[in-house]
C-alpha cells in the first residue's frame, strides 16, 4: 500500500523565522512528486518536482527531492502570517495500466505568530 | 477563467437522505478527480474520468457512492443513502495533462 508521512503534523513558529517541511513517501510507480498549499478552501500548487537533486524556488518557498532516499523537503525562508497554511505532499503515480493517481500526506500545519 | 466550480458550498442533510455534490471543470481539462478530505484520513482520492470515461474508483468507499460525467464540462458524485461517517469536504479536480492539478473550493458535507 503506498504510504506518504509529512513531519512534523504541526509547526507554530515567529514571524521571520525559517521553516523545513518533510515528506518521505514509500509508493509504486513514482512518477513526480507535488507540493500544495491549503488555506480555508481548496489547495493550491506550489512545486512539481521529477528529478533528484534540483532545487525549485518561487519567492520565499524552495524544494528539493531525493528519489534515492524517497523524500522531499520544503523550506520557507523569512515567514509571514499568510504562510500560515496546511501544506500537503503528494506523490504523482501512474501504473502500468495508465492509471494515475496523486496520493496526498496528512499535510503539516503551520501557523505563523506575528 | 473561473476555475474549477462545485456545488453546493455547503451541506446539511440527514441520514439516510440522497446526496448529489456538483462539479464543472476547467474547460479544455481533460481528467476529472473526486478527493474526499477528513482529519483522520487526509486527502483521498475517490474516483477519476478520462476525457468522461471513468478510469480507476477503486477509492469510492462503497456502493452507496456513485460519479457520473456525462459530459466534458459536468460531473456529479452521489451518495444515497447518506451516513454520518460521510461527512467530510468533497473536493473535485481537473487538469489538462500530466500534472498541473487545480481544485475547486470543496463541498462541505454533514450528515446528521
Known amino acids: 500500500e503506498d504510504k506518504v508521512v509529512q513531519s512534523p503534523l504541526s509547526l507554530v513558529v515567529h514571524e521571520g523565522d525559517t521553516v523545513t517541511l518533510n515528506c518521505s513517501y514509500e509508493v509504486t510507480n513514482f512518477r513526480s512528486l507535488l507540493w500544495y498549499k491549503q488555506e480555508k478552501k481548496a489547495p493550491t500548487f506550489l512545486f512539481m518536482l521529477t528529478s533528484s537533486g534540483i532545487e525549485k524556488k518561487s519567492g520565499r518557498l524552495s524544494s528539493i527531492l531525493d528519489k534515492k532516499e524517497l523524500f522531499s523537503i520544503l523550506n520557507i525562508t523569512a515567514t509571514q502570517t499568510g504562510d500560515s497554511a496546511i501544506y500537503l505532499c503528494?506523490?504523482?503515480?501512474?501504473?502500468?495500466?495508465?492509471?494515475?493517481?496523486?496520493?496526498f500526506g496528512t499535510g503539516t500545519r503551520l501557523t505563523i505568530i506575528p | 477563467d473561473a476555475g474549477v466550480i462545485q456545488s453546493p458550498r455547503h451541506e446539511v442533510t440527514e441520514m439516510g437522505q440522497e446526496v448529489t455534490l456538483r462539479c464543472k471543470p476547467i474547460?479544455?481539462?481533460?481528467?476529472l478527480f473526486w478527493y474526499r478530505q477528513t482529519m483522520m484520513r487526509g486527502l483521498e482520492l475517490l474516483i477519476y474520468?478520462?476525457?468522461?470515461?471513468?478510469?480507476?474508483d477503486s477509492g469510492m468507499p462503497e456502493d452507496r457512492f456513485s460519479a457520473k460525467m456525462p459530459n466534458a464540462s459536468f460531473s456529479t458524485l452521489k451518495i444515497q443513502p447518506s451516513e454520518p461517517r460521510d461527512s467530510a469536504v468533497y473536493f473535485c479536480?481537473?487538469?489538462?495533462?500530466?500534472?498541473?492539478?487545480?481544485f475547486g473550493s470543496g463541498t462541505r458535507l454533514t450528515v446528521v
Open positions: 479536480a481537473s487538469r489538462p495533462g500530466p500534472a498541473g492539478y487545480t
Open positions: 503528494a506523490p504523482y503515480l501512474i501504473s502500468n495500466f495508465g492509471n494515475e493517481k496523486l496520493t
Open positions: 474547460s479544455g481539462h481533460n481528467s
Open positions: 474520468f478520462n476525457n468522461n470515461v471513468p478510469i480507476d
